[in-house]
């Protein structure tokens, strides 16, 4: 059992409340109508931190969800009638994103939710949704110990991402193991895979870390985790502070030529801030803007367009671009807008995309069973696919489902 976590969020609270108050400015179009309601458009209800510690990677989401759900409603929307939602600013604080997703269920009659960005926003938003039989799918990598029969994970789990990679770190660097990573429930679960793989791969964890969302000062961090000398560096510190802690690490020689390094640091939201450090590695994802299928390439073209973005494209934008629409099939295949309906239809749903052909939910923990990308990381911010895994499968059951 891995413990969750919380972590003092008194800065962003404020920030958080008056989104809440707030609310109406934010929508994406006018909502006027119950879930469920025959012959009303079918509204999705966002929840996102648009403010605080993991804003950019919140909007990196708002922008591919926003371009899928413009892809269906450009071809005729769902059940004849265009899509509509509502976006709203939790800030990162779960007890904001609770209430966030009670009013939209509540008072805006959404059919579904989406969004969040860490775990425990997740899980305060998963809880909402089971109890109010609304589903809801989130975009972000990873997963948390629980399951729940309305929520769905379209990121990657994270075994699909250490299962790979964890081996062949050791194997190309050593046996030695360090964790760092955020305080809160999500890294901490991340942690507990990560020493299950390495021991099963032979590898022995030698340092553990967490920190606060937040910290700027990681020297004293740091210096522990050099002196555990690690032969492998693996990171689940996120947000702002996922640049801070690698250029820290760089300042004061943790991050040696030799010391395999892996982690959320190494997706594409953080590669402007750490080139020089990412540059040449490894890292395994679900999907990137390089990935040479048709439909990937025109989202990638749109994206650069509608926002005008010229840096890698972050992975959770395609996520959320392609789960969006995996969401919105299955709504159609309900045939009406009843949240129950479309949640059955989720767990019975398969669909292609670039993101593999035939991905479907595990019923046993709500995870998305697709594609897995080795990925090289090459100037200028190249994320090349080196290796196509295909469909690395993780059914290990979790409480709550099916």
Sequence with gaps: MVPSHSYSRAAVATTAAAALLSLAACSGSAVSSAAGDAGAPLKI???????GPVSETGKALQRGFELGVRKVNDSGGVNGKKVEYVVTDDAGDPATSTQLARKLIQQDRVSMLFGTITGDTAEAVSKVANDSEVPFGTAILGDNERCFRYAWGFGESTRQILLPSVPELIRKHGKRVAIA??????????????????????GTIVAEEYSPLGQT???????????????????MVVGADAVAFSKQGQQFGLFRSELGYDGAPLDADYYPALSDLVNGRTHIVRWTDRLDHAESKKFVTDYRAAYKWTQPIPEVAGNAYFGVQFFLAAAGKAGRNDPKAINSEIGRMRFDSPLGKGTYFEPANHLLQA????????????????????????????????
Excluded at 45 to 51: E, F, I, N, S, Y
Excluded at 181 to 202: L, M, R, T
Aim: aromatic letters at 8%; one cysteine or more; proline letters at 6%.
């Design 45 to 51: 209800g966002v929840v996102l931190p648009l403010t």
């Design 181 to 202: 990573g955020s305080d809160y429930n999500y890294p901490h679960f991340y942690a507990g895979i990560v020493k299950e793989v390495a021991k099963s791969a032979g």
């Design 217 to 235: 000062d990681w020297q004293s961090v740091i210096t522990r985790l050099k002196d555990a000398k690690p032969d492998v560096l693996l990171s």
């Design 371 to 402: 594609d897995m990308l080795e990925t090289t990381i090459g100037p200028g911010g190249a994320y090349a696919v080196t290796r196509n895994l295909g469909q690395i499968t993780d059914t290990v059951a979790k409480q709550g489902c099916p």
